[in-house]
Structures are given as structure tokens and as C-alpha cells.
């Protein structure tokens, strides 16, 4: 099954500074990796997600990019604000026996923004 | 849309009791999952359907658990007999059929076994 690495685990920024939260997977058949986004006592809610045949995508001040030869993904948050603090997973899916709806999650990593 | 629903939202049991947790998908959604949460383990997958049938239990920790959906608007998750180390919370989750939606979680219950 697929194995998703998540670095670093904590990340500690001031307010406007960027934020990089990389990750790793081990399934080449993965095709689809989301990121949530879960604020303390709260569910995880999809703030970006890219598909293996795209290598770069943005959505206003967050980006995601995908390394398929190199096995890992990024998420870059830009101008960070204080309420970009959470906890941020990233996930994988492997496509193999068409189990694209099986998320396999990273540990997480705690992201403050200090103002 | 009322979004996923979950019930209890939180749920204080002692070693040995059974524990039933409620899941309402979003209406219209044909998958469902289960999720656990712990600082240590952190999200995992313990089961998902596909229209009411379990596709993947291969996360289910032990014959402890288990999951049922006697329909499309309900699930449960249940653990009997519970023990300390089952203490997390438990997210349930949904999403419609189609190439990489989008999983809409629950609010969770947080489970807490003395």
C-alpha cells in the first residue's frame, strides 16, 4: 500500500514570510494528492489538491507542486497570515486495484504564524 | 446541505463497554469512510463503503471493531469491548462518485475510554 512522509512536523513562521511543507510517497501508481487543512478541535477540510499529470498548481496565496520522477510534493503557502495556523496533512492515493478513494495521510505538520 | 453529520459529539466510556458511533453522509454521496485520529498514529483509514458495501476494511484495528451501513443516509462504527488505547476521534466522511472528489469530514467525536 501506498506510505506518505510529511516534513517537518512542526513549522514556526512570522506573519508574511512563505511556508513549504514537503512530502513524500512511495506508491508510483499514486495519482491524486490532497491537502487538508485542520484548525484546532476542528474537522480537516481539502484546501488544494493536484493530479499526477499536472506538475504546478495555485490558488491565490497556496501552491502545490508535484515531482512524479523524484516521488514527492509541496505545498507553499506565500504572505502567511496568522489565521493560516493549523495543522496541514498531505495524502495519497494509489491507483492500484482502482482504489482511488483510499487516502493514505501524512502525520501532519503544525504550522503557527506568528504576528 | 446540513453537511456530514456525527453522533455523539463526544462520548466518555469505561474499559469494557460497548461503544456505538453514528454517521449521515451528505445526501446524494456514495462513498463513506471511517477515520481514527490519534497524536500518535495520527489519520488513519479504518474502513470505507461504496454504495452501502465495505470496499476496504484492511484498517480496522482488531475483531473489536466493526462497521455497518444498513443504508445510504447511516453508518455506525462500533467497538465492543472498548479499552483505553481506543481513546481518539473518530471522523466520518463522504464523497460522491467521480475521479478524485473531494472528501467531506464530519465533525468528528471525540471517545474517550477510562
Known amino acids: 500500500g501506498e506510505n506518505v512522509e510529511q516534513h517537518p512536523s512542526t513549522l514556526s513562521v512570522q506573519e508574511g514570510d512563505s511556508a513549504v511543507i514537503k512530502c513524500t510517497y512511495s506508491d508510483s501508481a499514486s495519482n491524486y494528492f490532497p491537502w487538508y487543512k485542520q484548525e484546532l478541535g476542528k474537522r480537516p477540510q481539502l484546501i488544494i489538491d493536484i493530479r499526477s499529470n499536472v506538475g504546478e498548481k495555485k490558488d491565490q496565496r497556496i501552491a502545490v507542486t508535484l515531482n512524479k520522477t523524484a516521488k514527492h510534493f509541496s505545498l507553499h503557502i506565500t504572505e502567511t497570515q496568522p489565521e493560516d495556523s493549523a495543522v496541514y496533512f498531505c495524502?495519497?492515493?494509489?491507483?492500484?486495484?482502482?482504489?482511488?478513494?483510499?487516502?493514505?495521510f501524512g502525520k501532519g505538520t503544525l504550522l503557527t504564524v506568528n504576528p | 446541505d446540513a453537511g456530514v453529520i456525527q453522533s455523539p459529539r463526544h462520548e466518555v466510556t469505561e474499559m469494557g463497554q460497548e461503544v456505538t458511533l453514528r454517521c449521515k453522509p451528505i445526501s446524494g454521496h456514495d462513498y463513506l469512510f471511517w477515520y481514527r485520529q490519534t497524536m500518535m498514529r495520527g489519520l488513519e483509514l479504518l474502513i470505507y463503503?461504496?454504495?452501502?458495501?465495505?470496499?476496504?476494511d484492511s484498517g480496522m484495528p482488531e475483531d473489536r471493531f466493526s462497521a455497518k451501513m444498513p443504508n445510504a443516509s447511516f453508518s455506525t462504527l462500533k467497538i465492543q469491548p472498548s479499552e483505553p488505547r481506543d481513546s481518539a476521534v473518530y471522523f466520518c466522511a463522504s464523497t460522491q462518485a467521480g475521479h478524485y472528489n473531494e472528501q467531506f469530514f464530519g465533525p468528528g467525536t471525540r471517545l474517550t475510554v477510562l
Open positions: 495524502a495519497g492515493t494509489g491507483n492500484s486495484g482502482g482504489s482511488n478513494y483510499k487516502l493514505t
Open positions: 463503503f461504496n454504495n452501502n458495501v465495505p470496499i476496504d
